[in-house]
């Protein structure tokens, strides 16, 4: 894959999942912008790594759910860079609970970050990639966005959004050759599910037909396959990342 002279934003670039697609495409020659939210020694940290690829790194803290300040720092990326290339929408959080203990805030911030923030990121490159007549989308949605968990009502819903945000989008943009894809990770070791009882990550691993959790290169993996030219003819696909755990 050669990425050189192109440009990825990654959304929630800062660890976990994030950092590792913008290792992946900043090892192929991409320049890359991390999109984050709290720290700012977290994303410094995240550019000194990726700057070891030898491309141009920038960190952006920025909310992806406020549709003004992710226009402002779409429209920052491409005068700092030159253009986007690739939009990679993984920035994501939970709130998981029974929705019967689940508050109207728990459904709307997840909902909120996961796919209204998807929608800014797309609503504010759309035309920027329809008049370069190229570019790449990959969301990350997630296995419970295909099948549902108990407690994550909130959670699967904004990744079911994404898939419907992904296909519709694909559509609107596959004539200007434009791809819009997902993937769909199962249980990948992450802050995220490092959060998770040793008891609930037990049940999980056991369940997964691969036997083993996986990995953010695993998900990187994919994700950079999606953007490279020889996926120019896949669109509106979801991948599952998940070692079988969603068959
Ligand atoms: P993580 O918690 O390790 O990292 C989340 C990243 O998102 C961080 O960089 C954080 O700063 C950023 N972020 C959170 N809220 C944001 C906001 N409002 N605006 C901008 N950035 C924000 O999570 P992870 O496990 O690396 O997950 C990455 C993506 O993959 C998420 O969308 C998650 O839902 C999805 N996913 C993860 C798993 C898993 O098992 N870890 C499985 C399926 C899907």
Do not use: W
Not at 21 to 34: R, V
Not at 149 to 178: D, H, M
Not at 185 to 204: Q, R, V
Request: charged letters at 20%; a neutral charge.
């Amino acid at each position: 894959m050669d990425f050189d002279n192109k440009t990825a934003v990654v959304t929630g670039g800062s660890r976990g999942i994030g950092l590792a697609i913008a290792k992946k495409l900043a090892a192929a020659g991409a320049n890359i912008a991390i999109l984050y939210v709290g720290e700012e020694n977290e994303g410094l940290t995240a550019k000194n790594e990726l700057e070891q690829y030898g491309t141009k790194v920038e960190q952006y803290l920025c909310n992806v759910a406020d549709f003004a300040a992710s226009k402002e720092v779409v429209d920052k990326v491409i005068s700092d860079f030159g253009g986007i290339d690739m939009l990679i929408n993984n920035a994501g959080i939970t709130r998981d609970k029974l929705v019967l203990n689940m508050d109207e805030s728990d459904f709307d911030t997840v909902i909120a970050v996961n796919l209204k923030g998807a929608f800014n990121m797309i609503k504010h490159t759309y035309k920027h990639f329809m008049k370069k007549r190229s570019g790449r989308i990959v969301s990350t949605s997630s296995i419970v966005g295909l099948i549902g968990n108990a407690g994550q009502a909130n959670y699967s819903a904004s990744k079911a959004g994404i898939i419907g945000l992904t296909k519709s989008v694909a559509r609107e943009l596959a004539g200007r050759g434009i791809t819009v894809n997902a993937v769909a990770p199962g249980y990948i070791g992450t802050d995220m599910t490092n959060a998770l009882s040793d008891k609930i990550k037990d049940s999980m691993q056991a369940q997964i037909p691969a036997k083993r959790i996986g990995t953010p290169e695993d998900v990187a993996n994919v994700v950079a396959f999606l953007c490279s030219d020889e996926a120019a003819y896949v669109t509106g696909e979801v991948i599952r990342v998940d070692g079988g755990l969603a068959i």
